[in-house]
């Protein structure tokens, strides 16, 4: 999956996670990743759909599972990325992560929040 995001992509998890501040750069999406699957096992993201909003705008409706290694509570959860795609060379530049595929493509509307 890193493959796909650029050396300067930013991904932006705090409309889901509020107390996790957007990463800058693969090296930090790749880390936060990391810190994740120390916490949960099985942690997945299953892909619903995938919906192409136009001008290099895609919204993907996910589904969440994950189980906390520690506690052992189930956590299943939808929920949306909206990813922005550098149109030279097809890399993500920019994800957000955001409760739903509602407000994901409410956002994608704003031409003003995937440039930030």
């Known amino acids: 999956m890193e493959e796909m995001y ?3 992509a ?4 705090s409309a889901v996670f509020t107390d996790v501040a957007p990463m800058r750069g693969k090296a930090d999406i790749r880390r936060y990743w ?5 916490t949960w096992a099985g942690l997945r993201l299953d892909p619903v ?3 192409d909003v136009g001008d290099g705008i895609h919204v993907a409706d996910l589904r969440l599972w994950g189980k906390g290694k520690r506690s052992g509570a189930e956590v299943e959860q ?3 990325l909206l990813y922005t795609f550098r149109p030279e060379d097809g890399k993500a530049v920019r994800i957000r992560m955001l409760p739903d595929v509602a407000a994901a493509l409410s956002e994608a509307e704003s031409p003003a929040s995937q440039t930030s």
């Open 34 to 38: 990391h810190e994740l699957r120390e």
């Open 6 to 8: 650029a050396e300067d």
């Open 49 to 51: 759909e995938v919906l």
């Open 10 to 13: 930013v991904f932006d998890a």
């Open 78 to 80: 939808r929920l949306a």
